[in-house]
């Protein structure tokens, strides 16, 4: 018996029992519970072109939400100049993430100077000059560290938003993951309506109250006669019977009256008369300390409730609201209503995000690629298999033994390791079916050489096997190492493929030099053959 | 059973000028193709676009489908028939830049759904890549394959003869040359991956060149042919008009290791055959019986993986298929090229063209292509077969150059 030949044993078994117990879960139905209490559980994690679902890498618009923060900033100056007592022409958010202010006097000039230092230190003078009148013109501008910080903490928020909504969406084992560049890949394994996420996920829900201005005219207002102040926006209407849609123009202070950041809930509700589904909001203390400031100082005027731009309606304030609720009407259909309740509760997003790239796979397709996965590898198995067995007949088997282990090992792996299983994945293993026999056919032809200069069976084995394994080995770094770069480089499904191939070609050297080996050292001890069938 | 007889002698090494037409004639139908075709034909992956599969209840045709997408901007689309079923499923593709692709999906099932009814029509599958992923995805690709070649190189120009330390330089000149190419590419402004491609044709160069200078015969030969099977594999590709994806990168990786995996197998054979031999031995007879011996393995091997590879692009579905077409014909090129190109080609290559002894063998190469090979293993005390050949060789600075050699 070949010296270690126990130890060597030992361990194969031990490697073989252990990639069974992995893989007894991928296999069975539902696992007893003295299985999951004490073994692995998990099932091989297949990937979303294999079972169905979505893909996509969004990216969030920071330079909008730094111009947002300016904007927001050029609001909060004017009351604060007004406190301070400074006269000046209402300061206007200009390109550039600037701020443009026009001084009435001169003496004024040193207070801003001093207001920008302790409440806006991110802003500093960009340039300042005397206007013929007396006046001044002063830009503010953002520091860059600060548009850095805006851009990042709007990055963040983004990719928590985006969490938040996913999981109200009720998906499971979502993932969210932040990539380079303030971008954000979110996949959602068997989804059945892709364009509902989309449309859930990718909605800013920048909820906004801003008071309506009765005075102008909204049908005959233009761009040129809109009062100072103002701002044009539509509303839109949907036509239950028809499904048109129509718009109708309202003018409202371009001052937000209320965000909709100070929402605690919100959940749908029906209209006890129409029976239509509306968006109830609860606030939190200062929020709706701060609505009711607004509603009783405005009875009888009508306060748009604008989400991304849009009216959703405009309703009359009939009476002051202090109990820090409000409701948000539309021709909403249960299943928008739920969504909008959904964003409303998740938080807005804290600038718009973009489409880059979107992957979806309908779960019947998935399933039509794992059945022509398996059964195109299932073929070629059986092919090779058939093909090995006849050519070397009982060195064949063991051959074939050891292609079998191959399999279950790195299904096993895959299992244990939670990797995930994709189409170019299978492919991976298949290409592993026709590859891993190399190594046994690069020993056999080799045996066969030695026999055919004489020597005994054993002598044959030992040789053959010594001079191939260098070689194999060698060999075989070559695709690893292509496997392991395109691993580190590939995205999504085609890393599936990478993983299979590493895994593969490590699983084909263990199956099918080792454990090979120790077949044949077994057969060549208990039956000592005089001729190796080979 | 045996395919091959053991005493077979096949004379590869005699064919080797038709191989080279052959390839040659390969190479350059791979270069018209592309300059006809203006290039790799990019899919959406890389060039940017959509890719919709839909099913539809019943037959419907593709000029049709066209018309009804036309609304919505893609009446330019390529529209194919897909998969096994009649003419029920499709591949829509359009690549057109002016597409606004937010929410291009969802019109695109919104038409088609008005055009063929709400119930016949399932969009199985939808690939939108925006063109700043496209850019980025091509980066990535064309990196992953910089990165492989520049591995691979250093692993087979140590490997071979074990000089290692002949490697490290290798690695440290690439990376070196590398970063020259990569400082000129910045200062003159990166175009869309086109500076990648500069570093892989940098590295390419510098690699043959440098395998020349240091007399890395097996290793020269090896890259030889592994650019040999990619350019034939991808021009094969382009000559089929069929789409360069990130599948086809895989493919064209796992390609370049499986086309080296059969080079060192036949390369160990020969070496170990000139040992034996002790390098009297003519090398293209060696180069012959070596490839001849290995044959019977290259065809099981080649044998097994087709017969896989086919299986998975016959029943594997049309999601997979080009990826199992390109794997296919890069193990039928790979294969072919193991044995009428890689070994063959160590006969151009002779030997004594290091820098330190170029004119001598200038003198000498062209006389002389079948030359006996060099002592592969500086490691080993000077055997008698060394001494041998070296007094074959005759002249009195033979040894000072022997020394210096090491």
């Known amino acids: 018996m070949p010296k270690n030949f126990a130890l060597k044993a030992v361990a194969v078994a031990a490697v073989i029992i252990l990639a069974l117990v992995y893989l007894v879960p991928t296999l069975g139905g539902k696992m007893p519970t003295w299985w999951t209490s004490y073994l692995p559980a998990e099932k091989i994690h297949l990937g979303l072109d294999l079972q169905g679902g979505m893909h996509l890498i969004l990216e969030v618009e920071t330079a909008k939400a730094v111009s947002a923060s300016v904007e927001r900033t050029s609001q909060e100056l004017i009351r604060r100049m007004r406190e301070e007592k400074i006269r000046a022409i209402r300061p206007k958010a200009e390109p550039g993430n600037r701020i443009s202010v026009t001084l009435l006097h001169n003496s004024d000039r040193a207070k801003l100077e001093d207001l920008v230092k302790q409440s806006y230190p991110d802003y500093g003078v960009d340039s300042a000059r005397t206007l013929d009148d007396g006046k001044i013109a002063l830009t503010l501008k953002l520091s860059a560290a600060a548009v850095k910080h805006i851009a990042e903490q709007a990055a963040t928020q983004a990719l928590e938003t985006i969490r938040n909504r996913v999981d109200q969406f009720g998906v499971s084992e979502p993932e969210i993951l932040p990539q380079a560049d303030g971008r954000i890949l979110v996949q959602l394994p068997g989804i059945k309506d892709p364009q509902r996420a989309v449309a859930l996920i990718g909605k800013t829900a920048q909820l906004e109250f801003k008071l309506v201005d009765d005075d102008a005219n909204p049908a005959t207002v233009t761009k040129a006669t809109l009062p100072p102040g103002d701002e044009l926006l539509y509303l839109y209407r949907r036509d239950r019977a028809t499904g048109r849609t129509s718009k109708e123009p309202i003018v409202v202070r371009r001052r937000v009256a209320m965000t909709g950041a100070n929402i605690t809930d919100a959940r749908v509700q029906l209209d006890s008369q129409y029976n239509e589904p509306y968006v109830s909001i609860a606030f939190d203390s200062r929020g709706a300390r701060q609505f009711g400031d607004i509603t009783s100082r405005n009875v009888k005027k009508r306060l748009a409730i604008v989400l991304d731009g849009k009216v959703q309606s405009a309703p009359v304030i009939q009476e002051a609201i202090t109990g820090g609720e409000a409701r948000i009407t539309g021709d909403f259909t249960m299943e928008e209503a739920r969504d909008l309740a959904v964003v409303l509760r998740s938080g807005a997003l804290p600038a718009p995000v973009k489409i880059l790239e979107e992957r979806t796979v309908g779960p019947s397709l998935g399933r039509d690629s794992i059945n022509q996965g398996l059964t195109s590898m299932l073929v070629g198995f059986v092919l090779v298999v058939l093909f090995i067995l006849i050519y070397y007949r009982l060195a064949g088997v063991v051959a074939n033994l050891a292609l079998l282990l191959n399999l279950v090992l790195i299904t096993a792996v895959l299992s244990a390791f939670q990797a995930t299983l994709t189409l170019p994945g299978i492919a991976g293993i298949i290409l592993t079916i026709g590859m891993a026999v190399d190594a046994n056919v690069l020993i056999f032809e080799r045996v066969r050489e030695e026999l055919r200069l004489g020597k005994t069976p054993y002598a044959a084995v030992e040789a053959g096997y010594g001079k191939a394994t260098l070689t194999i080995l060698d060999a075989n770094i070559t695709t690893l190492i292509a496997a392991l770069v395109l691993f580190q480089f590939g995205t999504g499904a085609i890393r599936g493929f990478a993983v299979t191939l590493s895994i593969g070609i490590a699983s084909s050297l263990f199956t099918a030099i080792t454990f090979t080996r120790l077949l044949f050292d077994l057969y060549l001890h208990l039956f000592r053959p005089k001729r190796l069938l080979i | 059973m045996e395919l091959i007889k053991p005493d077979v002698n096949i004379n590869f090494v005699g064919q080797r ?122 980066e990535k690709a064309l990196l992953a394959i910089f990165y492989a070649i520049l591995l691979i190189v250093v692993y087979i120009s140590g490997r071979f003869e074990h000089k290692w330390g002949l490697a490290a330089i290798m690695a440290a000149v690439l990376v070196g040359a590398t970063l020259l190419v990569e400082a000129l590419i910045t200062a003159a402004g990166d175009q869309e991956g086109g500076g990648i491609v500069w570093l892989i044709i940098t590295s390419l160069v510098v690699t043959v060149g440098l395998c020349w200078l240091l007399k890395l015969r097996y290793a020269l030969g090896a890259i030889v042919a592994l650019i040999h099977d990619v350019v034939i594999t991808v021009g094969v590709f382009s000559l089929l008009d069929k789409e360069f994806t990130l599948a086809t990168v895989a493919a064209l ?154």
């Open chain 2, 253 to 406: 990786l796992t390609i370049i290791g499986y086309s080296l995996n059969d080079t060192i197998i036949v390369y160990d054979r020969i070496r170990e055959n000139l040992k034996r031999a002790g390098r009297q031995e003519d090398l293209g007879r060696t180069i012959n019986s070596s490839v001849n011996q290995t044959l019977s393995r290259t065809i099981l091997t080649s044998g097994t993986t087709l017969v896989v590879l086919l299986s998975l692009y016959i029943l594997g579905g049309g999601v997979i298929q080009d990826f199992a077409l390109a794997l296919l014909i890069g193990v039928v090129v790979g294969t072919y090229s193991s044995v009428f190109v890689a070994s063959p080609i160590l006969l151009l290559l002779p030997e004594g063209t290091t820098v330190l002894t170029r004119r001598r063998s200038r003198a000498a190469a062209p006389a002389r292509p079948a030359a006996p090979a060099p002592a592969p293993e500086p490691a080993v005390p000077v055997s008698p077969a060394k001494q041998a050949s070296a007094r074959k060789r005759k002249g009195k600075k033979k040894s000072s150059r022997k020394r210096r050699k090491r």
């Open chain 2, 17 to 138: 000028f038709k191989a080279f037409i052959l390839s040659g004639l390969l190479i350059l139908a791979t270069v018209v193709s592309l300059l006809l075709h203006g290039g790799p034909n990019l899919g959406i992956d890389f060039a940017g676009g959509i890719l919709v599969q839909v099913r539809f209840s019943e037959s419907t045709d593709a000029g049709a489908i066209k018309k009804a997408l036309e609304p919505i901007g893609m009446g330019q689309s390529l529209v194919q028939s897909f998969g096994g079923e009649g003419q029920k499923e499709f591949l829509i593709r359009d690549e057109n830049q002016g597409l606004k692709l937010q929410g291009l999906s969802d019109r695109v099932r919104k038409t088609l759904a008005a055009t063929y009814g709400q119930d016949k029509v399932e969009v199985r599958r939808v690939e939108m890549v925006g063109p700043k992923v496209g850019a980025d995805l091509r």
